[in-house]
Nanobody, 115 residues
Framework: QVQLVESGGGLVQAGGSLRLSCAASGIIFSFNTMAWYRQAPGKQREFAATITSGGSAIYADSVKGRFTISRDSAKNTVYLQMNSLKPEDTAVYYC?????????WGQGTQVTVSS
């Protein structure tokens, strides 16, 4: 059974930083592309960042240059370092992995950025 458990969210002032973590179990972590999505109040869930098994990363334009995704296969954990946070980054952040044909999501962690 695949489980994704996020942590690290919280309240931060604009310009601040947070690091999110997602601990994965039930998958061969080192083989899988991992991703972070986010959902702001009243909006659809949107892609934030993804990292392949080889460590290649892709970012949404809205977070490029401020967020960094990374992974630690020894800990089966993917991270999202978020710097220069803006109020518009306020959202629930979800960890995601696909093990075809299934999509797996974590429970989400709330990030609130105050102005």
């Amino acid at each position: 059974q695949v489980q994704l458990v996020e942590s690290g969210g919280g309240l931060v002032q604009a310009g601040g930083s947070l690091r999110l973590s997602c601990a994965a179990s039930g998958i061969i972590f080192s083989f899988n592309t991992m991703a972070w999505y986010r959902q702001a109040p009243g909006k659809q869930r949107e892609f934030a960042a993804t990292i392949t098994s080889g460590g290649s990363a892709i970012y949404a334009d809205s977070v490029k240059g401020r967020f960094t995704i990374s992974r630690d296969s020894a800990k089966n954990t993917v991270y999202l370092q978020m710097n220069s946070l803006k109020p518009e980054d306020t959202a629930v952040y979800y960890c995601y992995v696909r093990t075809a044909p299934f999509d797996h999501w974590g429970q989400g962690t709330q990030v609130t950025v105050s102005s």
